[in-house]
């Protein structure tokens, strides 16, 4: 490490033409002569995090500034990306129930961990996340099977799932 940065980072760096040596964009491998003058510019950070606002129909926001949005939901529900199910964390019951949204019917009750509470569905529909508060883990279960694949440590006392493209 040289100035703080990796051999990786200063790679990208250069790749990116951010590295010049005596006003001439500086390869990979070139070497740097003593009296040189060296020439770096590093880029402003991207927030990795983009929040794209949505508007869901029956979903009340209670607050809403820069840094967070309160929202009138039910804790424990989530719905597939598509529309088509209802996922339920029964808590004490320790299972998902899952409904057809359709015929709003259950359709089945996924085993999780103890007093699933926060429920969330991957982007993809894929995966439901619940945050088993007594257990202090998280369970993930498959969609097309309806079943749990892991279960996760998530410290003490989790109560909430928050998912991130």
Do not use: C
């Amino acid at each position: 490490r040289m100035f703080g940065f990796s051999r990786t980072r200063a790679a990208d760096l250069i790749a990116q033409g951010h590295v010049q040596v005596d006003g001439s964009s500086a390869g990979k491998s070139d070497r740097v002569l003593a009296g040189a003058v060296l020439d770096v510019t590093i880029p402003a950070e991207s927030d990795p995090l983009e929040v794209v606002p949505e508007v869901v129909e029956g979903i009340k926001i209670i607050h809403d500034d820069d840094a967070i949005v309160v929202i009138d939901k039910p804790v424990g529900v989530a719905v597939s990306p598509d529309g088509s199910r209802v996922y339920v964390a029964t808590g004490h019951a320790g299972t998902v129930a899952v409904i057809d949204a359709r015929t709003e019917r259950v359709i089945a009750h996924v085993p999780a961990g103890r007093r699933p509470w926060g429920i969330a569905a991957s982007p993809d529909g894929r995966w439901i996340y619940t945050a088993n508060g007594p257990s202090d883990d998280v369970t993930i279960i498959d969609t097309s099977t309806l079943r749990p694949v892991a279960t996760l440590s998530a410290g003490r006392l989790p109560w909430g799932v928050a998912i991130t493209p």
